[in-house]
């Protein structure tokens, strides 16, 4: 497993992304949080790699995923392996805000429905590139995916200020080079090896979110 230091400079691949995301279920359909932060990691590298124009965004997932990893490592590190025993723990022990903001404002159940909502924005992205053709808009593509998605759940600053880093992302050919994958025929398969990975864990955290009444949280 990789360390938090230094891990977003690096290359970016997509098969390392879709190997964390392999590895975040348990046998019984758990979701091991040390893997789902690896992925959004390695995420992260990518995102880096596009400019300072998505500082601002990498910024809030960088700084999400360090509360989760604070927790992962802290005292009580046992109760945040997976994302279900992280529920039951903070939900038993009353850590978390659930109507409005008080005592627990960065609990890990709000930080991780933050990434819960953007890892549908990327299922919605990835799914639109995979069936994409070669004159398709990125900006295009990113933009629908965030409006069905993570938008919703923004204000009007942050979603202009998305829209606009949007209109700056590279093409599509680049977009599959950096990828590190191989030709567009490889890229694609490898989306649609990906594609329903995501799809499960995103499911999972959705239906016990929902089972908890957590999709709100402020
Ligand atoms: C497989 C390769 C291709 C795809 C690679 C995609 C790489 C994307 C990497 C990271 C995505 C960013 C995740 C952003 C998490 C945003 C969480 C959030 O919603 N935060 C807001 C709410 O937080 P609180 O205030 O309640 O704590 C926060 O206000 C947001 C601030 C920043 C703006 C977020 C805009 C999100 C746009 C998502 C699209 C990213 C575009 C990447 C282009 C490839």
Known sequence: MQTMAGSEDQKFSLQEVLDTFKLCLSENKEVYLEQYVAGWRGLVKFLNSLGSVFGFISKDAVSKIQILVSYMKGENASHYATVQSMVKYELDNNLVD????????????????????????????????????????????????????????????????????????????????????????????KLGEALPLISEVYQITEDLYAQHNLLDLP
Not at 142 to 162: D, F, G, V
Request: net charge positive; glycine share 6%; proline share 5%.
């Open 98 to 189: 659930v109507n409005k903001k008080g005592s627990h404002p960065e609990s890990g159940c709000r930080t991780l429905l933050r990434l819960h909502r953007a890892l549908r924005w990327l299922e919605l992205f990835l799914d639109r590139l995979r069936t994409s053709t070669e004159d398709s808009k990125t900006s295009a593509l990113c933009a629908e995916a965030y409006n069905e998605s993570l938008a919703q759940h923004h204000p009007w600053m942050i979603r202009k200020a998305a829209g606009m880093a949007f209109l700056v992302l590279p093409g599509r050919q680049t977009f599959f080079e950096v990828m590190n994958v191989g030709p567009p025929e490889q890229v694609v398969a």
